[in-house]
Antibody, heavy 121, light 109 residues
């Protein structure tokens, strides 16, 4: 069974940094792209970033470009999101999702349960 | 950037058919994926490649895509289908990014 477990969320002040992690199991991690998707309280889904199986292709939403960095460690079956210069509008539940293929242009299945990031002073 | 437009809400009586639309410029030329999200839960894929169903998703769920509108159809609606539904496409233009629709709240009357 595929499992994705996010961690690293919490309360952080504006302008500070936070690093999210996603531990994957139940599938061959380095065969698939991975993604981060966020959902602000009471709002819809917003794709944040995606990374291909070998980190050769990476994409970011315009809203986080230059501030967030996605990475993966295939040896540790782990996905990361380094978030710098955090803003109040980054407050959201952050989901880790497995891509359906090696590249970042395939749909997401399944998703983790999310980790909550709150940016507030 | 590419925009997907969904109605905020759709209501349907149990046993009837619900249709949730997703509008976008020439969306028929793109592959559309649909997700179901129940309160307090993570999204679940219900349709991929316009009309394919993942294993475990009931046949009552189907999809179509043509012109400027993609549609998720849920037949014989049950109370357990009440959820938010999101469409998604890959924007292969200059952005090279994933786009989600704003979501549709399906209410079972």
């Amino acid at each position: 069974e595929v499992q994705l477990v996010e961690s690293g969320g919490g309360l952080v002040q504006p302008g500070r940094s936070l690093r999210l992690s996603c531990a994957a199991s139940g599938f061959t991690f380095d065969d698939y792209a991975m993604h981060w998707v966020r959902q602000a309280p009471g709002k819809g889904l917003e794709w944040v970033s995606g990374i291909s199986w070998n980190s050769g292709s990476i994409g970011y939403a315009d809203s986080v470009k230059g501030r967030f960095t996605i990475s993966r460690d295939n040896a540790k079956n782990s996905l990361y999101l380094q978030m710098n210069s955090l803003r109040a509008e980054d407050t959201a539940l952050y989901y880790c999702a497995k891509g359906a293929a090696a590249g970042i242009s395939s749909w997401f299945d399944p998703w983790g349960q999310g980790t909550l990031v709150t940016v507030s002073s | 950037s590419y925009v997907l437009t969904q109605p905020p809400s759709v209501s349907v009586a149990p046993g009837k058919t619900a249709r949730i639309t997703c509008g976008g410029n020439n969306i028929g030329s793109k592959s559309v994926h649909w997700y179901q999200q129940k309160p307090g839960q993570a999204p679940v894929l219900v349709i991929y490649y316009d009309s394919d169903r993942p294993s475990g998703i009931p046949e009552r769920f189907s999809g179509s895509n043509s012109g400027n509108t993609a549609t998720l159809t849920i037949s014989r609606v049950e109370a357990g289908d009440e959820a938010d539904y999101y469409c998604q496409v890959w924007d292969s233009s200059s952005d090279h990014s994933w786009v989600f629709g704003g979501g549709t709240k399906l209410t079972v009357l």
